[in-house]
């Protein structure tokens, strides 16, 4: 069975610093990765996802996360963070075929002034 | 925009009674999901539906059942109560089984 670490619990920033929240994944022959966003008081958005093609994905508003095979790793990275950022993190992954999404514990982005 | 609702945001009910969490989409989805979220473990899957009247187990289905009567509605039922089932409960659908798409949220207190 998939499983998905994510070793940070908590990333504390300060505004306009670069950050990279780590994920890694147990080997499969083929994952679906995903990023989703947690706002208080909300349900999980879908951040970016990489299904296939490009190992580099990119959101809208300037996060990116790069698919590397070889060290089953799913970081998401932001070069300029905002206040706005400051959110929960959930790496998950998906095998082919009919298999369910696997979550990470979550990592808590803090971003200060 | 895919909206999936559900019905409270904060419940709070007492050890012993029939709690039911209703999940609806609008997005005409064949896959539905429940999971509870608690800290420092992440989201676990409760149940999931791929069809009308269709349930499979999740991870962590002890203590909970689920009702799926119509595509857009899957409920979630807590036949009894229980102190340790104060969690976030999150719903989700999708088309596919890949992007899911998730409610707000119920935030459930038992006392």
């Known amino acids: 069975a998939q499983s998905v670490t994510q070793l940070d619990s908590q990333v504390p920033v300060f505004e306009e610093a670069p950050v990279e929240l780590r994920c890694n994944y147990s080997s499969s022959v083929s994952v679906y990765l995903f990023w989703y966003v947690q706002y208080p008081n909300q349900g999980l958005q879908l951040l970016l996802k990489?299904?296939?093609?490009?190992?580099l994905v990119e959101s809208i508003n300037g996060f990116e996360a790069e698919f590397n095979k070889s060290q089953t790793s799913f970081h998401l990275r932001k070069p300029s963070v905002h206040i706005s950022d400051t959110a929960e993190y959930f790496c998950a992954v998906k095998g082919t075929g009919f298999q369910k999404l696997v979550f990470g514990t979550g990592t808590r982005l803090l971003v200060s002034p | 925009d895919v909206k999936v609702t559900q019905s409270s945001r904060y419940l709070v009910k007492r050890t012993g009674e029939k709690v039911f969490l209703e999940c609806v989409q609008d997005m005409d989805h064949e896959n539905m999901f429940w999971y509870r979220q608690d800290p420092g473990l992440g989201l676990r899957l409760i149940y999931f539906s791929y069809d009308v009247k269709m349930k499979e187990k999740g991870d962590i289905p002890e203590g909970y059942s689920v009702s799926r009567e119509k595509k857009e509605r899957f409920s979630l039922i807590l036949e009894s109560a229980s102190t340790n089932q104060t969690s976030m409960y999150l719903c989700a659908s999708s088309w596919s089984l890949e992007t899911q798409y998730f409610g707000p949220g119920t935030r459930l207190l038992v006392l």
């Open positions: 990489y299904l296939s093609g490009s190992t």
